[in-house]
């Protein structure tokens, strides 16, 4: 008998499963499409259900004349993030910084990463 391979998703979106005890289901939330959100017995079920919310989402989306948007895994980053912070947070940032004489840009990314 042959094995199955896997069907490959058509959307590249990321896909949150999780249990949810006041539903008594796994629910599948897709976080780059606003609202699109089903769930299923198994997390299977809703994995296989997210893929098909995501087809009807982008369907609908289509039919609308609305802009589909790029999903995250397939958008380039530069790593440059244009940030505003409190003054206060600024300069509390800026001695940390000092002090551990490192670059508050290696500071705050650390403490990104750590996060």
């Known amino acids: 008998m042959e094995k199955k391979s896997p069907k490959k998703p058509k959307y590249k979106y990321q ?3 999780h249990w949810s005890p006041e539903d008594s289901a796994y629910l599948a939330i897709v976080p780059e ?4 959100i089903t769930h299923g017995e198994t997390q ?3 994995l296989e259900m997210a893929e098909d919310a995501i087809e009807a ?3 609908s989306l289509k039919k609308h004349g609305e802009e589909i948007p790029q999903p995250l895994a397939e958008k380039s ?3 440059n993030i244009p940030l505003r912070v409190e003054p206060a947070l600024h300069r509390k940032l800026a001695i940390e910084a000092s002090f551990k ?3 508050l840009n290696k500071l705050i990314t650390e ?3 750590a996060s």
Request: hydrophobic share 35%; with cysteine; net charge positive.
């Open 33 to 36: 499409l606003e609202g699109c």
């Open 44 to 46: 299977k079920e809703a």
């Open 15 to 17: 896909i949150m499963i």
């Open 101 to 103: 004489k490192k670059s």
């Open 77 to 79: 980053f530069s790593g």
């Open 57 to 59: 989402y982008i369907e």
């Open 111 to 113: 403490k990104l990463k």
